[in-house]
């Protein structure tokens, strides 16, 4: 459900040729683009759209109209301003196929409508991408005619310096480049080709009149038909089980042979590759729109990602090996080590360095508590102490007969124990709590473990406890 609020800032919407008596704002997502819901004096709606490339502007436009002249549910535009920046389309409401599976997923299982509602969408991507598409002109897509070389290493890319860099893990960028160019090889090598959407997801397709329609096709162009039902079928946060995964890929497979011919074995062995390669662009783009934008949905999406990308690395892609050396260390990375799902509050304290940053905050919710233990008499300057950790007796003896870090503790739970308690009345379901010092080793170790205990023995409810620096993640 898309959240509104009322218009802040003026938008000229006056092109369109039934007067506008109200303008609603509609919340943004992973894009540029804003939208907005428009009202005429009968309260019938519209959906408003101020993008900022003329270019990807016309792409929409083009593809919307000449998809929707082939028999695909796309939303009609009604009307373009002059300068091409905004247009006017049918609104198809709030309802997206994820909302409908996110929905069925607090009962764990996906309804008769549910399931009835993939398929046809599963169906409906082998229509569009062979028929629909057999007269499409691919000059107007936008950025890029065609899936090539340089679209895969652009997401390649965009996964190695928007999410592996930022984790922090170390790797040998020749030898990642090398398997990257194996990938290249691979992805684009692929047949049949037809008109790649891009970003085929549950998010992208509403629900209207019980029917799926499908928006945000404007980076299609064309390509190996396959990528698509990656995108679709292991779209993180929808979390598919691989039985559902198997069931609507011989739907689409029966589909699409009705269209032209594919080869099931064939198909099969190769979708694993634009899956592996789809998770690691979709990683990208959460590292960049999450990690750095802080845009709390696609931070939410990370575990999920995670989780996939465990899953993918059952198999076996010897065609990659430094990638997947790589990508197996990557999953179990403490600060990417996440509890799925849970119903009540789960406090996640971490130990860390100040000089390796903040730790991200995996639920989306911006992070919590930090508290400085940088203050306090430091074991680390002692010869001693300098192996050991806040883990261990010697530096917890140091520490609490030094008295510092108790009052210091004290202080910090009087903070945790109001927010626990009305966290739980509230209904929360994620508190996170940090505590840092210079190495990460020392003072914050202890302090978090002391924490973590503290919760524990006097509310009863589960704590993830991470301890960056020292590599260590438990959930209790």
């Known amino acids: 459900m898309n959240i509104q609020m009322e218009l802040q800032e003026p938008c000229d919407f006056g092109f369109f040729y039934i007067p506008i008596t109200k303008s609603v704002k509609l919340s943004q997502s992973g894009s540029n683009r804003i939208y907005y819901r428009l009202f005429d004096n009968n309260d019938h709606s519209y959906i408003g759209v101020v993008g900022t490339s003329i270019n990807e502007n016309i792409a929409f436009i083009t593809l919307s109209d000449y998809l929707?002249?082939?028999?695909?549910n796309t939303p009609k535009v009604l009307a373009v301003s002059n300068d091409k920046l905004r247009y006017i389309q049918e609104d198809l409401g709030d309802i997206s196929l994820f909302?409908?599976?996110?929905?069925?997923?607090?009962?764990n299982k996906l309804d008769d409508n549910a399931l009835s509602l993939l398929s046809q969408s599963i169906r409906q991507l082998a229509y569009l991408q062979i028929v629909a598409a057999h007269d499409l002109d691919y000059s107007v897509c936008y950025p890029q005619p065609a899936f090539d070389?340089?679209?895969?290493?652009?997401?390649?890319?965009?996964?190695?310096?928007?999410?592996?860099?930022?984790?922090?893990?170390?790797?040998?960028?020749?030898?990642?480049?090398?398997?990257?160019?194996?990938?290249?090889?691979i992805l684009t090598n692929v047949q049949p080709q037809g008109f790649m959407y891009r970003d085929f997801q549950s998010r992208n397709i509403m629900i209207y009149q019980n029917k799926p329609y499908f928006i945000d096709f404007q980076g299609g162009r064309k390509g190996p038909i396959h990528y698509d039902v990656a995108s679709f079928l292991w779209q993180a946060k929808a979390n598919f089980s691989q039985s559902l995964?198997?069931?609507l890929i011989d739907v689409y497979l029966d589909e699409i042979n009705k269209y032209t011919k594919v080869d099931k074995i064939s198909f099969k062995q190769t979708?694993?590759?634009?899956?592996?390669?789809?998770?690691?662009?979709?990683l990208g783009a959460y590292g960049f729109r999450g990690w750095s934008e802080r845009k709390?949905?696609?931070?939410?999406?990370?575990?999920?990602?995670?989780?996939?990308?465990?899953?993918?690395?059952?198999?076996?892609?010897?065609?990659?090996?430094?990638?997947?050396?790589?990508?197996?260390?990557?999953?179990?990375?403490?600060?990417?080590?996440?509890?799925?799902?849970?119903?009540n509050l789960i406090v996640t304290v971490y130990s860390f360095s100040y000089k390796k940053g903040l730790p991200q905050d995996s639920s989306g919710n911006g992070g919590g508590y930090v508290f400085d233990c940088r203050a306090v008499h430091n074991p680390g300057k002692y010869e001693q102490f300098k192996s050991l950790t806040g883990l261990d007796k010697p530096v917890q003896d140091f520490l609490e007969k030094d008295g510092e870090i108790l009052k210091f503790l004290d202080s910090a739970y009087s903070l945790i124990d109001a927010s626990i308690e009305r966290y739980i009345?509230?209904?929360?379901?994620?508190?996170?709590?940090?505590?840092?010092?210079?190495?990460?080793?020392?003072?914050?170790a202890y302090s978090a473990l002391k924490t973590a205990e503290h919760i524990r023995n006097k509310y009863k409810i589960k704590v993830h406890l991470i301890h960056r620096e020292l590599g260590i993640n438990e959930l209790k």
């Open 296 to 343: 709390a949905h696609f931070i939410q999406s990370i575990p999920f990602a995670i989780n996939n990308l465990k899953t993918l690395l059952e198999d076996d892609f010897p065609q990659y090996p430094y990638l997947i050396k790589v990508l197996h260390e990557l999953t179990q990375l403490p600060n990417l080590q996440f509890p799925m799902q849970h119903d």
């Open 149 to 185: 070389n340089r679209n895969v290493l652009w997401d390649l890319n965009y996964f190695k310096y928007c999410f592996l860099k930022p984790s922090g893990l170390e790797f040998h960028e020749n030898l990642l480049e090398d398997d990257f160019q194996k990938m290249v090889e």
């Open 271 to 282: 979708l694993k590759h634009f899956v592996l390669f789809r998770t690691l662009q979709v």
């Open 425 to 444: 009345k509230r209904g929360f379901t994620d508190l996170m709590i940090s505590f840092g010092c210079t190495g990460g080793q020392h003072r914050s």
């Open 68 to 72: 929707n002249k082939q028999g695909v």
């Open 245 to 247: 995964r198997d069931t």
């Open 99 to 107: 909302s409908e599976i996110e929905k069925c997923q607090k009962n």
